[in-house]
């Protein structure tokens, strides 16, 4: 009885329409692909994410902990000008002052006559007073 069809059915039915026993293959097939979807587009944000870390690794330490404040800003407030900030300051490069300063600097200790050292110069030591 269970192959027993109504007498108005047509002859020809499509693959998708669900048999009496209640297993849907579309159904089956749609879930999988949504959740599929869902991890591939999950995968897609968060590695488009990453993307001005990982261009700041050839930077400097403190360049590098810069945009990953705004970019972690970013991810939790959903504030798209973050990102584009963290991306802005990973594609330019900062130019480098100190070096060029440190080296003013020790040409005018050289013409001075002075050593340069390293470490700042000791303060001299006090004498205990009588009370």
């Given at each position: 009885?269970?192959d027993a069809r109504h007498p108005l059915a047509p002859d020809?039915?499509?693959?998708?329409?669900?048999?009496?026993?209640?297993?849907?293959?579309?159904?089956?097939?749609?879930?999988?692909?949504?959740?599929?979807?869902?991890?591939?587009?999950?995968?897609?944000?968060?590695?488009?994410?990453?993307?001005?870390?990982?261009?700041?690794?050839?930077?400097?330490?403190?360049?590098?902990?810069?945009?990953?404040?705004?970019?972690?800003?970013?991810?939790?407030?959903h504030n798209n000008l973050f990102w584009v900030a963290a991306?802005?300051?990973?594609?330019?490069?900062?130019?480098?002052?100190v070096t060029p300063l440190n080296a003013i600097a020790q040409?005018?200790?050289?013409?001075?006559?002075?050593?340069?050292?390293?470490?700042?110069?000791?303060?001299?030591?006090?004498?205990?007073?009588?009370?």
């Amino acid at each position: 009885m269970s192959d027993a069809r109504h007498p108005l059915a047509p002859d020809h039915l499509p693959p998708f329409v669900t048999a009496a026993d209640g297993s849907d293959y579309l159904f089956t097939v749609m879930v999988f692909f949504v959740v599929g979807l869902i991890l591939l587009l999950g995968v897609a944000y968060f590695t488009l994410h990453a993307l001005p870390e990982r261009m700041a690794h050839k930077g400097n330490s403190t360049q590098l902990q810069l945009i990953s404040v705004l970019a972690m800003l970013a991810l939790f407030t959903h504030n798209n000008l973050f990102w584009v900030a963290a991306l802005a300051i990973a594609a330019f490069r900062p130019p480098d002052i100190v070096t060029p300063l440190n080296a003013i600097a020790q040409a005018l200790q050289n013409m001075a006559g002075r050593a340069a050292r390293d470490e700042a110069p000791e303060a001299p030591a006090q004498e205990p007073r009588d009370a």
